[in-house]
């Protein structure tokens, strides 16, 4: 078992910049392969970013590319993601997730943290 927590969430103005944390505990992290993902009200859980094992490879989505970084630090059991350039279209419940596999599908990933707001005003 993998426990994600996320965190760094909150209120920010259009333009602005948040830095969302995922705290791992439980199985050793640095075999897993991290996702984040978002969703909006009404809207299915979609795919932000992902980093690979060993941080050599990310992935993004095109709406983030340029703005947003995700990045790992394995000695803190901690993969983050840095958001600039922030759009009100960004607002959303942001998810981290592990799994094996690296990947932009949901089912790829074996767990999940309880999610972190994120809300841009315009």
């Known amino acids: 078992q993998v426990q994600l927590v996320e965190s760094g969430g909150g209120l920010v103005q259009a333009g602005g910049s948040l830095r969302l944390s995922c705290a791992a505990s439980?199985?050793?992290?640095?075999?897993?392969?991290m996702g984040w993902f978002r969703q909006a009200p009404g809207k299915e859980r979609e795919f932000v970013a992902a980093i690979t094992w060993d941080a050599r490879n990310t992935y993004y989505i095109d709406s983030v590319k340029g703005r947003f970084t995700i990045s790992r630090d394995n000695a803190k059991n901690t993969v983050y993601l840095q958001m600039n350039s922030l759009k009100p279209e960004d607002t959303a419940a942001y998810y981290c997730a592990a799994g094996i596999s690296y990947g932009s599908t949901a089912a790829e990933y074996d767990y999940w943290g309880q999610g972190t707001q994120v809300t841009v005003a315009s």
């Open positions: 439980g199985r050793t992290f640095r075999a897993y392969a």
